[in-house]
């Protein structure tokens, strides 16, 4: 039993061991056992959304339910995982997860990308390029890339299974008409392997492009729409567009205010009430790594 | 029921499947790599790779296949007490456990539907070795190619075919298993 006035709930225990109030990575192996057949099933159809019995989590919806209960099924206990939250390690989403699989899971962390073999994301994927071996889970909010389009899940099962995408790409197309270029800046659809339509989460249209061929594993889960979807390593993933207007990446025209990085995402930080603005890169790991090697 | 029906099972569940269970995920991302599991003992003619995969991935919501060299009391009776799966003719199942050879027609397996294609059959067939040479392996999951030493590449060919419809297939052989899902292209070597 648990003392009630016991207030260290929440304290890390010692490393390699996990709660023992939980089961290992907290979920039941039943709930688990759910989630890995679904998974196999994704990397076995890349681009397909596997529906899957999303349970309850400590955590409210948007906060990555989908991806938690993704990295629970994966995790095993030499794992070393790093999260990240719109590129931040630091940030409440990031340290909270971080803590919740130290707890439950007794795995370690890291906020190096290179030393992750997992790492759980919201939004972004990391600047230093993925390995072999590594496994990205990407929370995501709306897993279906037409929904915005039709809301009838009905419908778009049936564009799906009919590959029928020209929808797609006359919103595409509108937005081509009405601002004189695709503005479509996140969450921007993909093919994957000339099959299936996905939405690759509400990742910056920038980092589109890891995407393609990446030769780590890529895993995806929706909490609230209970749906699982993944890209084995090495897939194409190629996003949508014109021979007329080309896929661009697309990032704030600066260099960051830190590290003085020109090629990465940048966040654009208000510094006061005059409207004084910097750039800062919105992967902290990558930024900090650079100030320490021009500090050497 | 057997005595030995209650033995071979993970003796710690919550980490024996997960490690189990990463290697086969490794194995289904990335079709024709050649991953060891471990854990788990099925009694024989099962492999130990078959076994492991029914620990990890069979339940009561998972229909299981006996095709006739697994279906034996020893073996029905070790499912249904580690896995609690039903077993079910192998047509309908989720999962079909068999010889390569005795499932070589993967069209009599669930393939899926076209709006839901993941409700299709995963095969775990047992062959004699594996090795990485002979056809030649491409798609989703492989940096341009990779060999392996399948049986027969003509049912792998028309389950390609199918796609996304089809099978996914794992071929078991003693302790290792490798995927073959269905969006593995296969060519003769």
Redesign the interface.
């Given at each position: 039993m648990t003392d009630p006035s016991d207030t260290s709930l929440g304290d890390t225990p010692p490393e390699g061991t996990h709660d023992q109030d939980y089961?290992?990575?907290y979920l039941d192996?039943?709930t688990?056992?759910?989630i890995?057949?679904?998974?196999?099933?994704?990397?076995?159809?890349?681009g397909?959304q596997?529906?899957f019995a999303s349970r309850e989590m400590p955590m409210p919806y948007g906060w990555g339910t989908g991806g938690v209960q993704v990295t629970s099924?994966?995790?095993?206990?030499d794992d070393c995982i790093k999260v990240i939250d719109q590129g931040a390690d630091d940030t409440t989403n990031a340290v909270s997860i971080r803590k919740f699989f130290e707890r439950t899971a007794g795995v370690r962390t890291t906020e190096k990308t290179g030393e992750a073999s997992l790492i759980q994301t919201r939004h972004r994927i990391p600047e230093t390029p993925l390995e072999e071996?590594q496994i990205l889970v990407y929370q995501v909010p709306i897993p279906e890339p037409l929904r915005f389009l039709e809301p009838r899940e009905t419908e778009t099962?049936?564009m799906?299974?009919?590959e029928e995408y020209g929808l797609m790409h006359v919103k595409l197309y509108e937005d081509i008409s009405s601002h004189g270029h695709i503005s479509t800046a996140y969450a921007y659809p993909v093919s994957v392997?000339e099959?299936?339509v996905m939405d690759p989460s509400p990742i910056p249209k920038f980092d589109n492009p890891k995407m393609h061929q990446c030769?780590a594993?890529q895993l995806f889960g929706a909490g609230r729409e209970q749906r699982i979807y993944?890209?084995?390593?090495?897939?194409?993933v190629v996003s949508l567009d014109f021979e007329d207007h080309p896929f661009t990446r697309l990032r704030n025209d600066g260099v960051c205010g830190l590290c003085g990085a020109d090629d990465t995402y940048l966040d654009e930080v208000i510094m006061d009430d005059e409207g004084t603005r910097m750039f800062v890169c919105s992967d902290t790991d990558y930024c900090a790594t650079r100030i320490e090697e021009a500090a050497e | 029921m057997a005595e030995n029906s209650l033995a071979g099972g993970f003796a710690a569940p919550a980490v024996n499947s997960a490690v189990a269970f990463r290697g086969i995920m490794m194995a289904m991302a990335e079709p024709g790599r050649i991953m060891p599991v471990s854990g788990g003992i099925p009694p024989r003619p099962m492999d130990s790779a078959a076994g492991v995969l029914a620990l990890t991935l069979c339940d009561p919501t998972t229909p299981v296949g006996l095709m006739p060299s697994m279906d034996q009391p020893a073996i029905r009776e070790w499912l249904t007490f580690h896995t609690g799966a039903p077993i079910i003719a192998p047509g309908e199942a989720e999962f079909v456990f068999g010889r390569f050879d005795e499932m070589a027609d993967f069209t009599v397996f669930r393939q899926g539907t076209s709006e839901y294609p993941d409700r299709s059959a995963t095969l775990v067939a047992a062959v004699a070795s594996l090795e990485n040479s002979g056809a030649v392996l491409r798609g989703p999951g492989i940096k341009e190619s990779r060999a392996l030493n399948l049986p027969d590449v003509t049912p792998f060919q028309a389950n390609a075919a199918l796609y996304p419809l089809g099978v996914d297939v794992v071929m078991v052989a003693g302790g290792d298993l490798v995927a073959i899902p269905r969006s593995t292209r296969v060519e003769v070597e």
């Open positions: 089961n290992f990575a192996e039943q688990k056992r759910m890995r057949r679904a998974l196999l099933k994704g990397l076995a159809i890349p397909y596997v529906p099924a994966c995790l095993v206990p071996g099962r049936k799906h299974a009919l392997e099959r299936y030769p594993v993944a890209l084995p390593p090495y897939t194409d | -």
